[in-house]
């Protein structure tokens, strides 16, 4: 058994890992955001004041995003390891449930007396946001010119938004790629990608004093000192799960 088992995970070896190329590649594309729910996004609920976990959906339209990955792969032949730099814009009309800062003021612990309202405002979802990854892809190789990749990607996310109560979020993500590379020369290819990112996304506990807080001049009017008590007060989204999908095209340079 061992005479035939040595030479067989040899040649596996050598197949997978022999004669590695390194690749840098840069792909540019768009998003679209398939899912965002809000985690304990309401201090005010009844369900948070005793301590139950809310899993809200955020409703949003119009959502929309532009993204680039710089990579770096070994490139074996029927495998690819490699670590990515993804940065872009996910922005869309959101849904936001407000109360009044007189009325949360007076009532912050009794959310019986609170009457929320919702806003429906352009707002910024990671905008910017970077996200560093590793990346691990199985290789399926049509030609010696044309293969199809498939395989995890897993990292973690930094952006600006307008969802937590200071403007600042970092979560894991983990997902997947499938694309096709086109070799155009022994060192230039043409890579077609598809993505999906999901992002967990958990900050500060939501308090009074680090709720989101604005007021909309497009609804109240022109602030004033006997307007000001009813500046706007969101309810924070400081903890969330965000998905999306994520279309790109680019070039691999071979070294």
């Known amino acids: 058994m061992k005479r035939f088992l040595i030479p067989l995970l040899l040649s596996f070896s050598f ?15 768009g998003i679209v955001p398939t899912s965002l729910t809000a985690i304990d996004a309401n201090p005010y609920a ?19 995003g532009l993204n680039g990955t710089v990579k770096g792969l070994i490139d074996f032949r029927n495998l690819q390891l490699g670590i ?8 869309s009309t959101v849904g936001r449930q407000v109360g009044l800062k007189v009325d949360i003021e007076e009532n912050f ?33 049509f030609s010696d010119h044309v293969y199809l990749y ?12 307008d969802l937590s ?12 790629n499938l694309g096709l590379v086109i070799r155009l020369s022994d060192r230039i290819s043409l890579d077609i990608a598809e993505g ?34 009813n500046t706007h007060v969101a309810y924070a989204i400081n903890s969330y799960n965000l998905s999306y999908a994520n279309s790109s095209i680019g070039i691999r340079l071979t070294l």
């Open 15 to 29: 197949t997978v890992f022999a004669q590695p190329r390194i690749d840098i590649g840069l792909t540019v594309g």
């Open 46 to 64: 009844y369900a948070s004041f005793y301590g139950n976990t809310q899993k809200v959906p955020v409703n949003f339209s119009k959502a929309f």
């Open 196 to 229: 999906w990112r999901m992002a967990w996304v958990r900050g500060d506990e939501i308090t009074f004093d680090n709720r989101r807080q604005w007021y909309n001049p497009e609804i109240l009017g022109p602030k004033t000192h006997t307007t000001q008590d």
């Open 150 to 161: 498939t395989g995890p990607i897993g990292g973690r996310m930094f952006s600006k938004n």
């Open 109 to 141: 612990m009794f959310s019986m007396y609170v009457i929320p309202g919702v806003v429906v405002e352009k707002q910024n979802i990671a905008a910017p946001y970077l996200t560093p990854h590793l990346m691990l892809h199985v290789k399926f190789n």
């Open 165 to 176: 109560w200071n403007g600042k979020s970092s979560g894991w993500v983990a997902g997947g």
């Open 84 to 91: 990515g730099l993804e940065g872009g814009s996910i922005k």
